[in-house]
């Protein structure tokens, strides 16, 4: 068993998965980019193929520096086994589609991340899966589509980019009662900030392009949950092919590292943003968990350990062109399609997650159109604030 399970999080994003010493004592993992593992011996080449012995065969099925990554999230999600892909909308439809058949009907809400949103309005009904998507905060509409029948719940929070809190105990034992299989896809949260599978999940899912990973430099996604659960997602990704590289796998390894010193930091600067910004004259609304005037706070604080480092807020004036005078104006955070890096990141759901929407159905969805999402760096946040405040004005 691995020792690390009984250290706290600051050491487990160190060592998880990193405990035994690799070839010629490498005390870092490498990266193993051979596709196949040869066996002399024609017993134990059978034994490892049928997984009667521990080992490596073809890496579409397993390799050994893609492992490390799978159990260090499984470290810290606290769950019995792990699997990834290629990024985290591979992850998402792994899952989704090993564990769906045509018939089945998901229950989900309409805040979803924009390429999961896709999953549920187009490809899962063309696969005859029935969908329903409720309001995202009205728990009580979820309970009941849940209680007519439901073989998925899926769940995301924080959600993006309007940064709503769902009460994840109460939806998960909504979704056991009838036998669901609850996901929760925990990116904006990381496991620093929440365990869903504590709370009741069943299977928890991550973006690792975003936290994880932390660089912005490698597409990753993992997920995590029960042996059972995992092994029919394998099955489904060995044939389907949608697998994580060995090299992205080593980068994200790399960044988790500093995982909790990354997310302690974002915490604090997107904490200390949040009230910054819900005193400046230029902004109309601030979304952030960790604010009292926030409708989720109490649930948040209930369910996470950090508010996470990401925050939308609403710029004055209500078009696009308001949230584009702004955005243009900072000269720190970056205008790009990507949250969770080490450096700050803003953008408008326009040019990020509701690209696919007109304006139109972004205000039906309580999507202002001056809305800049924040994703808070660990710059300095002095700097961070008078770069917005500039920017502002
Ligand atoms: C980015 C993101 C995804 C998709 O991840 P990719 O690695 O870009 O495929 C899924 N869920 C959430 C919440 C995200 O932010």
Redesign the pocket.
């Known amino acids: 068993m691995d020792k690390t399970n009984t250290y706290a999080m600051g050491t487990q994003t160190v060592r998880a998965g990193e405990e035994a010493l690799f070839a010629d004592n490498a005390t870092q993992v490498p990266v193993v980019h051979s596709v196949s593992f040869g066996y002399d011996d024609m017993n134990e080449w059978l034994e490892v193929s049928q997984g009667k012995r521990p080992g490596h065969i073809y890496t579409r099925n397993t390799n050994p520096t893609v492992d490390v990554f799978e159990e260090k999230v499984r470290v810290l999600e606290q769950g019995e086994a792990a699997t990834s892909a290629s990024?985290?909308?591979?992850i998402?439809s792994n899952a989704l589609f090993a564990l769906l058949a045509p018939g089945d009907r998901v229950v989900s809400v309409k805040d979803?991340?924009g390429?999961?949103n896709r999953l549920f309005s187009e490809f899962l009904p063309r696969q005859k899966v029935e969908v329903c998507l409720c309001d995202t905060v009205d728990f009580e509409a979820v309970e009941a589509e849940v209680a007519k029948g439901c073989d998925v719940l899926y769940l995301?929070t924080p959600t993006?980019p309007t940064i709503k809190i769902l009460d994840l105990e109460r939806l998960a034992s909504a979704g056991k009662a009838v036998g669901a299989v609850v996901m929760v896809?925990n990116?904006?949260a990381t496991p620093i900030n929440q365990n869903p599978l504590l709370l009741g999940a069943d299977l928890v899912?991550h973006?690792?392009?975003?936290f994880l990973g932390g660089h912005a430099d490698a597409?990753?996604?993992v997920a995590v949950g029960s042996k059972e659960l995992i092994s029919t997602i394998n099955s489904y990704r060995e044939i389907v092919g949608n697998v994580l590289d060995p090299m992205a796998a080593y980068l994200l390894l790399r960044g988790m590292k500093t995982l909790s010193l990354r997310i302690e930091r974002q915490n604090a600067n997107a904490m200390e943003i949040a009230r910054f910004l819900e005193g400046h004259p230029g902004v109309v609304q601030v979304n952030y968990p960790g604010l009292t005037s926030h409708p989720g706070h109490d649930i948040a604080r209930k369910q996470m350990r950090g508010f996470g480092g990401v925050l939308s807020f609403v710029a004055r004036g209500n078009t696009y062109e308001d949230a584009c005078h702004v955005l243009s104006r900072l000269k720190l955070a970056r205008r790009a399609a990507?949250?969770?890096a080490v450096e700050s990141i803003a953008g408008t759901p326009a040019t990020t997650?509701h690209v696919e929407c007109t304006p139109e159905e972004r205000q039906a969805m309580g999507i202002p159109e001056s809305l800049i999402r924040f994703s808070t760096g660990i710059e300095d946040v002095e700097d961070l604030k008078a770069d917005l405040d500039q920017a502002l004005r």
């Open positions: 990024s985290g909308m591979g998402i979803t991340y390429g999961t995301e993006n896809d990116t904006f899912l973006s690792a392009t975003k597409l990753g996604g990507n949250l969770g997650s």
